[in-house]
């Protein structure tokens, strides 16, 4: 399957019955994948209006329990942050899809990763973050899109799969055998009392300053349990590595390959791929920073999550930047020769 299709037939089998989005490029196979599917299951597909629409969409159907969906790229995101930091500021559940085309303004429908920034620190206006999770492959956007619902449930909170263009255009073998958790009991949905219980509220005004206060400390309070329980990074051949890749989505994959041709070099090279980039695996590279010469952080971007790299090691060790931006992907060579010249200079 397509990568943006396994996202699709994951949410469903994930037990979302209810999708709202608006075409654009490269992730529009979700939408036509959903407008096939949900008919025949008895969901609902509505192509609405405008992202603005969609999200506002998804705030609703939240807000009564179920498990819902929305899917756009970058443009389409910024359109949606509004809507994000709302749910947000209401606790709500969610999924959201970024399949990230180069930017800003238009850009190009290539691939990027210039969204990061975006991702980890909100997306819209206020004090909040969102679960962010980054596949690598066509199957990981399957099992990271049912995880992502998960995590959306168990917390509260919205989740992003953060992907790109690639990811979401090449096909691969996929797996949909997954131990799906049912979505838990949600007592707090606005489903109708029938006489049996208090009214809920779904909201995010606070007009008492006080109490806004409060609730913001007790959100931040839950993200440190987050942090602190669902950060994830795959580490390969790390354990005596004196150069250290960092990256994430297509970048990862390049980058392994990098990393192999730098082993059989005779170069102890070594990658962290963080699968949340929101928890950040801060601890692995705290750790990794204890042996590692220096980090390179490869990325389709001009440099976003280098940043949280360079936190994360509180810059115990020197990390440098390899990337490509516009649509472009960094080639294994490219990456390789930035592992020599790392190598060459030493480090600490």
């Given at each position: 399957m397509k990568g943006n299709e396994a996202i699709a037939e994951a949410a469903i089998q994930a037990g979302c019955r209810h999708y709202f989005g608006y075409p654009i490029t490269p992730q529009t196979e979700i939408a036509a994948y959903m407008a096939k599917r949900m008919p025949k299951i008895g969901g609902t597909f509505l192509?609405?209006?405008?992202?603005?629409?969609?999200?506002?969409?998804?705030?609703?159907v939240a807000s009564a329990g179920k498990r819902v969906m929305t899917s756009s790229s970058s443009p389409g995101i910024s359109l949606k942050s509004e809507g994000l930091s709302y749910l947000a500021?209401?606790?709500?559940?969610?999924?959201?899809?970024?399949?990230?085309?180069?930017?800003?303004?238009?850009?190009?429908?290539?691939?990027?990763?210039?969204?990061?920034f975006q991702a980890t620190r909100g997306g819209g206006h206020g004090d909040y973050h969102m679960i962010v999770l980054a596949p690598s492959s066509v199957q990981e956007m399957a099992q990271?899109?049912?995880?992502?619902?998960?995590?959306?449930?168990?917390y509260r909170m919205t989740s992003m799969i953060l992907a790109d263009g690639t990811i979401g255009q090449m096909m691969e073998?996929?797996?949909?055998?997954?131990?799906?958790?049912?979505?838990?009991?949600?007592?707090?949905?606005?489903?109708?009392?029938?006489?049996?219980?208090?009214?809920?509220?779904?909201?995010?005004?606070?007009?008492?300053?006080?109490?806004?206060?409060?609730?913001n400390i007790e959100r931040y309070q839950k993200y440190a349990v987050i942090e602190e329980?669902?950060?994830?990074?795959?580490?390969?051949?790390?354990?005596?590595?004196d150069i250290i890749i960092a990256a994430f989505g297509i970048a990862a994959r390049v980058s392994r390959n990098a990393v192999n041709e730098a082993r059989a070099n005779g170069i102890k090279a070594g990658l962290i791929r963080?699968?949340?980039?929101?928890?950040?695996?801060?601890?692995?590279?705290a750790k990794a920073a204890?042996?590692?010469?220096?980090?390179?952080?490869?990325?389709?971007?001009?440099?976003?999550?280098?940043?949280?790299?360079?936190?994360?090691?509180?810059?115990?060790?020197?990390?440098?930047?390899?990337?490509?931006v516009g649509g472009m992907i960094p080639t294994p060579d490219q990456v390789y020769?930035?592992?020599?010249?790392?190598?060459?200079?030493?480090?600490k």
């Open positions: 192509q609405a209006e405008s992202e603005i629409a969609a999200i506002n969409m998804v705030y609703g500021g209401a606790d709500l559940p969610a999924l959201v899809v970024n399949a990230q085309r180069g930017g800003p303004g238009l850009g190009g429908i290539q691939p990027s990763q210039s969204d990061y990271l899109t049912i995880r992502g619902f998960e995590l959306a449930d168990e073998p996929v797996s949909f055998d997954f131990d799906i958790k049912e979505a838990p009991a949600k007592p707090w949905a606005t489903t109708g009392t029938k006489m049996a219980r208090e009214h809920n509220v779904i909201n995010s005004l606070y007009l008492n300053a006080e109490q806004l206060e409060k609730t329980k669902e950060a994830l990074a795959e580490e390969y051949l790390t354990e005596d590595a963080p699968i949340t980039l929101w928890p950040f695996p801060k601890k692995v590279f204890d042996h590692a010469k220096q980090i390179i952080s490869v990325e389709l971007s001009m440099g976003q999550m280098i940043e949280d790299v360079r936190l994360a090691t509180e810059c115990r060790v020197p990390v440098s930047l390899c990337y490509r020769q930035a592992i020599v010249e790392a190598n060459e200079k030493g480090g």
